[in-house]
């Protein structure tokens, strides 16, 4: 009796370090079984991520982040380690997180919000107003890992992007850079039927316009006319099940009255798996009228 109970003290006493050392790692890791239980983990995540970036807890961040994690901001794309770089340079106030939206696919969760947040203090002035976010989670060996995020929060004028932080595998760049042409190749020329195949259940992307899901994507492919895409500095890293693929992507679109410039802006997509068997599951387009 005495052995069992110095056991589950000790077992108590280790734990608590753990919780203690940021609210990310407290958080329980397993799938709700509804769509409202499903959209508290996504508000606790975010804002527990949140706050573990703007008060820069660099513990929870570095476990947190998966090691092949990817975020796109206007400026262009970042591995894990110029993601860490960057975050320094955040504004310090922890951003205002609402209209959280999270869709389960496989072992991911997609997540996109807005966030509101004052500009940093050496860097170009932000809006002010909400802006788009999107973050990918994974459930991976019983926690929570980020696989990949994106602000659309920019200047008034986007600037042109910088190049990717990072070289990345060639060959691995190289295969993100055809699915991404695929899919993209399939909206211009209007295969709708196959695009629409290539797009998971519970797709999220988020835009100049906010967030989206996936029936506005295929609506979006039916009403637009697009240039053929152009892809520069790809990056592309695996998370898990997760392909994460960033670019630079120049496709001019036209819908309604609205145009989209041809010029190269930063985009993320990720896909659920790999080759011809990959699903779209989220996408940042950070591209926006001029």
Do not use: Y
């Amino acid at each position: 009796m005495k052995t069992i109970l110095k056991t589950t003290l000790l077992r108590l006493v280790l734990a608590i370090p753990l919780c203690l050392a940021s609210p990310l790692l407290a958080q329980s890791a397993e799938w709700p079984v509804d769509d409202a239980g499903l959209k508290t983990l996504a508000q606790s995540l975010m804002s527990s991520w949140a706050k573990s970036v703007h008060s820069q807890d660099w513990s929870a961040i570095d476990t947190v982040l998966d090691p092949n994690s990817q975020r796109l901001t206007f400026e262009g794309a970042f591995d894990k380690a110029s993601q860490i770089e960057a975050i320094k340079s955040l504004s310090p106030a922890t951003p205002q997180v609402s209209d959280v939206v999270a869709s389960r696919v496989g072992d991911a969760l997609v997540v996109t919000c807005l966030a509101k947040v004052a500009s940093p203090p050496d860097g170009p002035a932000l809006s002010s107003d909400p802006t788009p976010r999107l973050v990918v989670w994974q459930l991976t060996d019983g926690s929570w890992h980020v696989a990949a995020w994106a602000s659309l929060n920019m200047p008034a004028k986007r600037p042109a992007p910088q190049p990717a932080k990072w070289a990345g595998d060639a060959a691995l760049n190289a295969q993100g850079e055809a699915m991404v042409m695929k899919f993209l190749q399939a909206q211009h020329a209007k295969e709708i039927d196959a695009f629409d195949a290539m797009i998971a259940d519970g797709m999220q992307f988020v835009n100049f316009k906010g967030q989206k899901l996936r029936a506005d994507m295929v609506k979006g492919a039916k009403m637009a006319t697009t240039d053929s895409p152009a892809i520069t500095d790809t990056r592309t890293t695996r998370c898990g099940t997760l392909t994460v693929v960033t670019c630079n992507l120049a496709m001019g679109q036209k819908i309604g009255f609205t145009t989209l410039p041809a010029s190269p802006a930063p985009f993320m997509v990720v896909f659920q798996g790999e080759g011809d068997a990959a699903k779209v599951i989220a996408i940042a387009n950070t591209n926006k009228p001029e």
